[in-house]
Each structure stands twice: as C-alpha cells, then as structure tokens.
C-alpha cells in the first residue's frame, strides 16, 4: 500500500513538473525585432515598453524591441545582405523615415537580382513635411508667415552680392544652409529631391539628370551648405551655442529638417535620440518652418514587415498587433502630442504658428520619384556637393600601438580606414596629412602631405597613411595639432569650399608644452564665420577623451564623432562624405 502510494504521488509530482515546464516553455515571449529611423525611435521604445507590459498574442505574451539606425545605413544593410556581426541584430520590422528609402531598397535588390524583401502595402505611422528651417528673425524678413520660399528662393539668395543686405540686414552676411547627408538621412536627401524639382519644375525624371541647366542649379544651391551632417543634430548644437552667445543669427540662415524637429528644437530638445548635456534650455531666438510653395516631400515613416528567412507566422501576428496598437486613437494622440501628423497626415494642436509650424501648409505634398531616378539623383550628390579643404590629423602616440583582441593595433586599423577613407575624397576635393606625438626636440606634429587636390596626390597619401607608426614614449599632443593646423588652413581660407580639419585620437592631451584647454576653445570660438575653419573630432576607444572633443567640435562649429575599433572604418568614411 505504502509502495502504491507513493509510486503514485511520484507520478503525480513528475506530472506536475513537466506540465509546469510545458507552460513555462509555452509561456516564453515573442519578440519581435523594429528596425527605426532616429528621430522617433526614442518613442517608439517607450510605446513599446508599455504595450510589452500586457499585450498577448496568440495567448503568449510579447516583446518588441527598437533598435535605431539611421534610414541609409538600414537601406544599404538590407540591400547587402543583412550581417548581424557588422550590422546589429536581425531586423522584423522596419520603419524607416520615409518611403524613399523602400523604394531605394527595391531598387537596389532588383539591381543584384535579389528577391524582394517588402510587403506590396507599406502603412503609414506617422507623418512629418520636410520644411526649410530659418531663424524667426531672417524668416519675417522674408514675409514669414505670409509668405514662404523654396529652394529657388534659397539659391537666388545665395547668389546675391548683397547678401542678407537685399533685405535690409548686411550684418547677416551670405546666406548659409545647413543640410544633412543623403547617403544616410531623409531630410538631406528629400532636400536634394526637391532641389531636382524645382530645377524641372516637375517630377524629376532620367533625362533630366543629364541636363546642365538642374545641374547647375543643384550645385548652385549645394554651394551654399556651410558644411553637411548625419544628422540634423549637428547643426542644432551648434545654433544653440551661438544663440548662446547671442550670435545665432551669424551661425546658420536655413537648415534642411522635418517640421517635428524644429518643434523640439524651440523646446529646448535637440534630438530624443542624441545626449544632450544642457536640455531643456528653449533658445532665445527660435526657428520657423518655411513650406515650400511648390510642394515638399514628407516623411511618412511606413511600416514595412520584412519578407525575411527568419520571419515566421506568429512574428507577424505580432507585428500587425503592434500595427494596431500604433494606428490606435490614443497612440496616433501621443504622437501628436510630440508635434508629428498623424498616419493620415492631419495635423495636431502642436503644429500652430506659436510654435513656428502653420497647419495650412505644406500647399501640396510630393510623391516621390521613381526608384531608378531615387538612385540617381542620391548618386549624384558626390559630384554636384560643395567641395573640401581638409587636413586629416591621425594620432600617432605610443598609445595607438595597443594591441586588440584580433591582434592588429589600433592604429593598423586606423591605417587600414584610412586608405579606404581618402579614396572616397573626390578628385578635386583638397586634402592633406598629419601626425601627432610628442617627440624630444621637435614639434609634436608632422605634415606627411602637404594640402592639395586630392586626385593628384592620392598615391602620396596612401604612401604616407601606411608608414603610420606609434612613436615609442610618444604622447597625444591634441591641443597644439589643433591650433597648428586650423592656423595652417585659415592663413589661405577658400570661401567656396567647406574648410575643415579632421582629428583622430585615441587617447586624451598629454602634451607637456600645451595643457590650456581653455586657450584653444577660445581660440577656436573667436574664429570669424568668413574665415571659419571647422574641427572634427573623432574619438577611437574608450581612452579617447569624450569631453574635450565634444568641446573642440562644439568650439569650431564642427561635430565630435565616437569609434569604436571595430566601427572605425564606417567612422572614416562618414566623416569625409560629411564635407
């Protein structure tokens, strides 16, 4: 009897146990992986979070997780051939900032023969016009909010002798537009989009992309671009700095963006998705969209739930519940509340002219081109954008000999960036080469090469980038290559290029003849903007020091860049397509 019994409440208990671990197993969350472009994915994470805590489907419970990457980057990925060492986790959703960028993407699959990885219908979550961003001041003088400009007006501008003086202001000087990069960010590359338009005065189509006259007409207007940026972020620090100094109105007169963030910008936010170490501080003179006459593009953020090997049925169930959830009444409020149009494209109690945005416009919004047209107007920019002036400065203390856990140094990897980085320069770009460390009796700064067209010289500089060496006890001289080398360029300044120099260090100033950080930010900061030589720092590891760097890019209008070693390839070659 006892035996019986206690057989039976072993197979009770073994019953129990395996039924419990059915349901734990059964219990085991879906997770869904988005894929979003950077300015909403910062909110798309926190809906997420909430719809995590209680949403189910298929009666398991569920987990979306965001991973922002910028629209480009997200496109050029997929269409290679996703690669989760290089390109992050596997992507099932994917919510880019525009439509654009899908039809690039099909372009590009059709192109290698690769089957087609979206879905026929690609929904809408939110919606946001791309706008000319002006400080309010240079706007009204302009006729705002009466009137608006186009890209025509911005160009006719710039090609005014007179400046900001044919409208009563010389103390604005020339024109200066600010716009992003359109290999990697939507508002740069609807503004190049639409420069096409306005040169047709229509839908761009092939044929018009061989005509002299919109080419002139796009160069004309990249001519004015003080310098370019991933993302629109950059330009934003940089006026809030000067507004700061109360100068904003010297620093930049337009900037290329969509209409949510000059919102955010006039909030004091600079971007949900950049840190910011000051937020919260509104600018004392705020910014104002200007909507096209001729129509702009918009950014319409679809939702396209990829055709992938790794999607299965239950991901989708998953992905349209989330769909849902984002379509729903009060998340489409939410977004609202943050100054986006909804799925629909109507505006909120957000977009009103207090707050810079006029709920009347955009008069027409544009549809895109075609794909193959998409392709070639993007292509294009490398030949039609404002040239460069650079001096790229690589640091070459003993520090850059560390060894990593492939086995290179680091500055075998920076060796190796570099020779692939230059030969993205154009032909007629400018470039030149330094080196820094400290060494006994001599200038902690070499010139391996001197400034000069790049296609003349790209042998001399590859020669130069692979003799790259860490000099033994050499330290990181960052301040006095600093000041060496904008000196250097700012003594024969060229007005129609961007002037800029590059510096790239994996460590922080060790340099016992020059420790005053706070002389060379002063000096940096006292450059005139017609004589501007602008800084851009990259900083290698995680011994670069961030701080100063931000510091410098912030003082010199420039931007800071942060590298990992296995990311320092990519670094590289965003920062010289930035020029």
């Known amino acids: 009897m006892r035996k019986a019994w206690r057989a039976s409440t072993l197979t009770a208990l073994f019953a129990v146990l395996v039924l419990g671990g059915l349901l734990a197993f059964d219990r085991t969350c879906l997770e869904l992986t988005m894929?979003?472009?950077n300015e909403k994915s910062a909110m798309l994470a926190q809906l997420a979070n909430e719809w995590n805590r209680g949403a189910t489907v298929d009666g398991r419970c569920v987990q979306v997780r965001v991973v922002r990457k910028p629209s480009g980057d997200a496109e050029r990925a997929l269409a290679r051939g996703w690669d989760e060492s290089a390109d992050g986790p596997r992507p099932d959703v994917w919510t880019p900032a525009a439509s654009s960028w899908t039809l690039l993407l099909r372009q590009h699959l059709a192109a290698r023969n690769v089957p087609d990885v979206l879905?026929?219908?690609?929904?809408?979550?939110?919606?946001?016009?791309?706008?000319?961003?002006?400080?309010?001041?240079?706007?009204?003088?302009?006729?705002?909010?009466?009137?608006?400009?186009?890209?025509?007006d911005l160009l006719a501008l710039s090609r005014e002798p007179q400046g900001w003086g044919r409208h009563g202001h010389p103390e604005?000087?020339?024109?200066?537009?600010?716009?992003?990069?359109?290999?990697?960010?939507t508002s740069g590359l609807h503004a190049l989009i639409a420069a096409y338009f306005e040169a047709t005065g229509r839908l761009p189509a092939e044929t018009d992309l061989s005509d002299p006259k919109v080419a002139d007409f796009v160069r004309g207007l990249e001519s004015s671009v003080v310098h370019y940026s991933e993302t629109v972020a950059t330009f934003f620090l940089n006026l809030r700095e000067a507004d700061r100094r109360g100068s904003a109105l010297s620093y930049v007169s337009a900037i290329a963006?969509?209409?949510?963030?000059?919102?955010?910008?006039?909030?004091?936010?600079?971007?949900?998705?950049?840190?910011?170490?000051?937020?919260?501080?509104?600018?004392?003179?705020?910014?104002?969209?200007?909507?096209?006459?001729?129509?702009?593009?918009?950014?319409?953020h679809p939702y396209a739930v990829?055709?992938?090997?790794?999607?299965?049925?239950?991901?989708?169930?998953?992905?349209?519940?989330?769909?849902?959830?984002?379509?729903?009444?009060?998340?489409?409020?939410?977004?609202?509340?943050?100054?986006f149009r909804d799925h629909l494209g109507q505006p909120g109690a957000e977009i009103s002219e207090a707050n810079g945005l006029l709920a009347r416009e955009p008069s027409l919004a544009l549809r895109p081109p075609a794909p193959r047209v998409i392709d070639r107007i993007q292509r294009s920019w490398s030949d039609l954008r404002k040239r460069a002036r650079v001096i790229i400065a690589?640091?070459?203390?003993?520090?850059?000999?560390?060894?990593?856990?492939?086995?290179?140094?680091?500055?075998?990897l920076v060796r190796r960036a570099a020779l692939e980085a230059v030969g993205q320069l154009a032909?007629?770009?400018?470039?030149?080469?330094?080196?820094?460390?400290?060494?006994?009796?001599?200038?902690?700064y070499r010139e391996l090469v001197a400034v000069g067209r790049a296609g003349a010289q790209l042998g001399p500089l590859r020669g130069a980038i692979e003799q790259l060496s860490p000099v033994p006890g050499g330290r990181t001289a960052l301040y006095a290559t600093t000041r060496a080398a904008v000196r250097t360029l700012g003594s024969s300044i060229d007005p129609t290029r961007v002037n800029a120099v590059v510096v790239l260090t994996g460590g922080r100033n060790e340099d016992p003849g020059d420790q005053d950080r706070t002389a060379l930010l002063d000096f940096l900061q006292s450059q005139r903007e017609d004589s501007l030589v602008r800084v851009f720092t990259i900083g290698y590891g995680d011994k670069a020091d961030e701080e100063t760097l931000r510091l410098i890019a912030r003082a010199s209008r420039g931007a800071w860049y942060e590298a990992t070693p296995g990311a320092i390839a990519s670094v590289l070659r965003l920062v010289i397509s930035d020029f």
């Open 35 to 37: 894929l979003s472009s």
């Open 119 to 152: 879905p026929p219908r690609l929904p809408s979550v939110i919606q946001s016009p791309l706008v000319i961003a002006m400080p309010k001041p240079m706007a009204q003088a302009l006729g705002w909010p009466d009137r608006s400009i186009g890209w025509s």
């Open 172 to 185: 604005w000087g020339a024109l200066r537009l600010g716009k992003t990069n359109p290999t990697v960010s």
């Open 257 to 300: 963006v969509e209409e949510k963030e000059v919102w955010d910008y006039n909030r004091g936010v600079i971007s949900s998705d950049v840190a910011d170490p000051t937020p919260g501080l509104p600018p004392r003179v705020p910014l104002v969209a200007m909507y096209p006459p001729l129509g702009t593009l918009v950014a319409d």
């Open 306 to 339: 990829l055709d992938v090997p790794w999607m299965t049925e239950e991901k989708r169930r998953v992905a349209a519940a989330f769909l849902r959830f984002l379509e729903s009444a009060p998340t489409q409020e939410r977004f609202a509340s943050a100054a």
């Open 394 to 412: 690589i640091d070459e203390s003993e520090a850059m000999g560390e060894r990593l856990p492939s086995g290179e140094t680091k500055l075998e």
């Open 427 to 444: 032909v007629d770009d400018e470039v030149g080469l330094w080196s820094f460390a400290t060494r006994a009796g001599t200038a902690p």
